[in-house]
């Protein structure tokens, strides 16, 4: 029977002896009873007790799940902070399953930094600890978030005024009830982030001189992490809306970019092919034409000729096979990309719309692929600050927790350095939230979850449902569960507003402003609050 956190907060009143006996046949009880510090001490000695075995000289029958025997027959002296150190390296370590596809460039599945670490620098204890901060972090920071539906009214007021018209404007001046909790904690530290007293001034003058290359003129390409593109020689331009994401603490490189327009599919082939990247990982549904071109070749070889290759800059992209079943949500494309003297480049195009904030596995599943590849990971969704940009946030944590040091607000560390190189990443509370999530999930094995956040969260989604979506009529997903909707309330700030300052500022660039007059934003009003074609069309959606 399924074993959950809500199981062990009712066990904890039976002895540890009734808990032992319990997971001799449940697996998954003995692996929190392992990973849980209520237990200890008391664990050792009553698993001595219970099934008469040396206290130091502990097998793998009954109760340390996925340790070895070798393990114990080496180490005579163990404890328990070893196992835990132990199982968790068995658990990053394990090799992973390999693409047939990328199998002859070995760099493509293994990654020296990542080994080397594991190798030199593996401290398990001290990765075990910063686990558990990290979810007591996310416990102790709490922030007030107020109740919908919810009021504080005086019980004697209700007495006095039973008039219906004095009743309505009691109700009118009622109080609000608000509450403390993790999920507005979260808010609180996006807004501080999101503030423009904490944004970072930067150079675009590339991006400046190729406004025609860019999707959005809000979202502005960073000078100094740019991708600037050397092949071909005689290329008229080196420009493409890309960022380079690498540096400490991350054990590879990622490549964060717009989704390709008409006119930009060349140059995106042409980073491919100079940074080597076999993995491209497409985070947006394929069906919609306007929010990313077909820059890629559907049909297999196998299949009529008829658009099976193409080509942009002496480089002829061939669709080598399709497989939808390797990945649950996921369209995984086997490319061959051949350049000048027929040199090859094999390619793993991941195609899946990431928008469902429920499913916080698929990023992980995604990173790990990543993070054993040398060569940099190109990913993208529409304007590649959004879905794209959780991911790599995630990355970014798992990468602090792992190498540490140890911050203690490790989401919004990762956010700005994040935003130091690829700036406007990470755009609304939703995608913050999803990012924590996705972090707790990768811990979940190893220090449990936050306690009480799975409820938090909850009522804090209901709450969002109560907010101004537009859903859309072909998704099955409501829009306030979407990390990137298309009508996002969260972004409504920035319309009719002039573009944010490049400086630092005490106040929010919006406070005290007024809308710009409807008249000046005639077809320049952003791309992503733009109701799509089936919504009936006036000037009041201007």
Not at 203 to 226: G, V
Not at 273 to 284: A, D, T, V
Not at 305 to 334: C, E, H, M, W
Request: hydrophobic share 35%; aromatic share 10%; proline share 4%.
């Amino acid at each position: 029977m399924p074993f959950s956190r809500m199981h062990i907060s009712l066990a904890e009143k039976i002895s540890v002896n009734d808990l032992i006996e319990k997971s001799v046949e449940n697996v998954i009880l003995t692996e929190m009873l392992l990973y849980d510090v209520r237990y200890d001490t008391a664990w050792e000695a009553d698993y001595t007790k219970k099934f008469n075995k040396g206290r130091m000289k502990t097998t793998n029958g009954d109760g340390w799940i996925g340790i070895s025997s070798d393990f114990f027959a080496r180490n005579e002296k163990v404890n328990l902070e070893d196992a835990r150190s132990f199982i968790l390296y068995q658990r990053l370590t394990r090799m992973l399953e390999l693409s047939k596809w990328l199998e002859n460039d070995e760099l493509n599945y293994r990654n020296s930094n990542l080994e080397e670490f594991f190798m030199k620098d593996w401290d398990g204890i001290e990765i075990t600890k910063r686990m558990n901060e990290f979810i007591q972090n996310v416990q102790n920071d709490l922030d007030r978030v107020r109740l919908q539906d919810r009021c504080l009214v005086d019980e004697d007021s209700y007495l006095v005024y039973n008039n219906i018209v004095m009743w309505k404007a009691l109700i009118g001046s009622r109080k609000q009830v608000f509450i403390r909790s993790m999920t507005g904690g979260m808010e609180h530290r996006f807004e501080i982030l999101d503030n423009q007293v904490n944004h970072m001034a930067f150079t675009h003058h590339a991006f400046d001189e190729h406004l025609d290359l860019s999707r959005n003129k809000r979202i502005k390409c960073r000078d100094s992490t740019r991708v600037v593109l050397t092949y071909p020689n005689t290329a008229s331009n080196d420009f493409i809306h890309a960022n380079y994401i690498q540096g400490a603490p991350l054990f590879n490189k990622f490549i964060i970019t717009q989704a390709p327009m008409e006119n930009t599919i060349g140059d995106f082939w042409r980073m491919v092919w100079q940074e080597r990247s076999p993995y491209i990982f497409m985070l947006i549904s394929r069906k919609e034409d306007n929010r990313c071109a077909q820059y890629w070749p559907r049909l297999a070889i196998f299949m009529p000729r008829t658009g099976d290759q193409i080509t942009y800059y002496g480089l002829t992209i061939i669709n080598s096979a399709v497989d939808k079943f390797r990945l649950p949500l996921f369209r995984v494309t086997y490319l061959i990309v051949i350049g000048p003297g027929r040199d090859k480049l094999r390619v793993e195009h991941w195609q899946g719309d990431m928008n469902n904030s429920d499913n916080v596995v698929l990023p992980l599943q995604l990173l790990r692929l990543a993070r054993n590849c040398s060569y940099p990971t190109v990913i993208h969704c529409h304007l590649g600050i959004s879905r794209s940009a959780t991911l790599v946030a995630a990355e970014i944590c798992i990468a602090y927790l792992l190498k540490g040091p140890a911050y203690k607000r490790c989401v919004q560390k990762a956010v700005q350095i994040l935003r130091s190189q690829r700036p406007f990443c990470i755009e609304t509370p939703m995608q913050y939230i999803f990012v924590h999530r996705v972090v707790q999930k990768f811990l979940h094995d190893y220090a449990g979850d936050p306690r009480g956040f799975h409820a938090e969260y909850k009522h804090w989604i209901e709450s969002r449902a109560m907010r101004p979506f537009i859903d859309d009529v072909e998704q099955r997903i409501p829009g306030y569960r979407l990390l990137s909707p298309r009508f996002d309330p969260d972004l409504i700030r920035l319309v009719r507003h002039r573009e944010r300052p490049g400086c630092r500022r005490e106040t929010h660039d919006c406070v005290g402003q007024m809308p710009i007059p409807l008249q000046d934003t005639r077809g320049q009003c952003l791309e992503e609050l733009q109701l799509t074609k089936r919504y009936p069309r006036g000037d009041r959606y201007d």
